[in-house]
């Protein structure tokens, strides 16, 4: 007999054919669903939502990513690689601003001076952060002697988003050179667990080719991986790339946003005390699409403290929100948001993930 979404959200644990369904989900069951996951936040991670100062250094990057408009031969891109002193009074302005936590995001690089550039910016961070704000990175695949190194030099938390778990598929959306092998990110994200980061990955949303099947196997990886942070967004496709032939495959952008508002959903049941980012990719299909995600799962916000005379050249989607507003602008603006979705901002905290604390003490 077939179960009803009520009997399936009873359950403790889903088979992939119940996520499917709760994927599926419509009216008064993706209400029911909404219900729960809501229900489940409050109870393993509560009201408070962290913030994580996004500076977005450089979008200089050596890959060529089928979807990503910053993608290496995208040669209509202005490349541009912020001074290593605007970086530091950007992690000055989080600090001040009791932040808790900033993220460093860039295009990929592995060369030497690179390398040995975030190593010095990681000290450099701490001391102007009095050691207290933590720090997320997100700068693609190294080797585990590099993760180690930036491990050592302060950094606690790694994001990187694996963007499928079917490997033929992420076959589908990347050039099949070794520069791109669904392999290694696996590798990485390995090491990453092995050194101590708190690991975070996340997918892409309704990209072309994606099944149902496949987004139901990417939270059951998450899950088998013990994964410490998400952050999943809808695919938004942009123009500048190749990916741009398949549109008129895509589900429509409403249909992406309640998808990615269901994946966040069933993940919190499934991983109760993750932290989950609301991605600003919703934000620039529904003007209050974080605040929804807030709401029914994600606890994490990642307000872009990158300088704003940059902020139009990172553009790995387009019609990306806040590319004008300055930091303090943004800042007002999050915290009436947040309260809005009835969330309180944890100031001044790091708000780890208390998963990554449990998976520590076992
Ligand atoms: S998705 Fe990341 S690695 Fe791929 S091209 Fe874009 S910035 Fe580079």
């Given at each position: 007999m077939t179960k009803s979404i009520e009997q399936i959200l009873q359950q403790d644990q889903f088979t992939k054919d119940d996520i499917i369904r709760l994927l599926?989900?419509?009216?008064?069951?993706?209400?029911?669903?909404?219900?729960?996951s809501s229900e489940t936040k409050l109870k393993y991670v509560g009201r408070n939502v962290h913030f994580r100062g996004l500076v977005e250094f450089s979008n200089i990057c050596k890959k060529d990513c089928l979807y990503c408009g910053i993608r290496a031969s995208n040669s209509a891109v202005n490349r541009y690689d912020i001074a290593d002193e605007e970086i530091l009074k950007a992690a000055k302005f989080a600090y001040e601003n009791k932040y808790g936590s900033l993220v460093l995001q860039s295009g990929e690089r592995s060369d030497q001076k690179f390398i040995d550039r975030i190593e010095k910016l990681l000290k450099e961070i701490?001391?102007?952060?009095?050691?207290?704000?933590?720090?997320?990175?997100?700068?693609?695949?190294?080797?585990?002697?590099t993760y180690q190194k930036w491990?050592?030099?302060?950094?606690?938390?790694?994001?990187?988003?694996?963007?499928?778990?079917?490997?033929?598929?992420?076959?589908?959306i990347h050039p099949k050179n070794e520069d791109h092998s669904h392999e290694t990110r696996l590798k990485c994200l390995k090491y990453l667990q092995e050194i101590g980061y708190q690991t975070g990955t996340g997918v892409m949303i309704g990209i072309p080719f994606q099944t149902y099947d496949d987004l139901a196997n990417d939270l059951l990886f998450m899950q088998k991986f013990d994964i410490d942070m998400v952050g999943m967004g809808p695919f938004i496709e942009h123009d500048q790339t190749p990916m741009y032939q398949y549109k008129d495959q895509l589900m429509s952008l409403n249909d992406r946003f309640r998808l990615t508002l269901k994946m966040i959903a069933v993940l919190r049941i499934m991983m109760k005390d993750i932290n989950i980012a609301s991605a600003t990719a919703l934000q620039a299909i529904d003007p209050l699409?974080?605040?929804?995600?807030?709401?029914?799962?994600?606890?994490?916000?990642?307000?872009?403290?990158?300088?704003?005379?940059?902020?139009?050249n990172y553009l790995l989607y387009q019609n990306k929100p806040c590319i004008d507003e300055g930091a303090d602008d943004c800042t007002n603006c999050m915290e009436a948001r947040i309260n809005m979705a009835d969330g309180v901002i944890g100031y001044g905290e790091w708000g780890d993930s208390q998963h990554f604390r449990k998976r520590q003490n076992k």
């Open positions: 599926q989900s419509k009216n008064e069951d993706e209400k029911a669903l909404f219900a729960k701490k001391k102007v952060s009095n050691n207290e704000l933590g720090i997320t990175i997100s700068i693609g695949e190294q080797t585990k002697e491990f050592d030099a302060g950094a606690h938390r790694y994001l990187l988003r694996i963007e499928s778990s079917n490997k033929e598929l992420y076959n589908k699409g974080r605040e929804k995600a807030l709401r029914i799962g994600a606890n994490i916000i990642m307000p872009n403290i990158t300088p704003t005379t940059e902020r139009a």
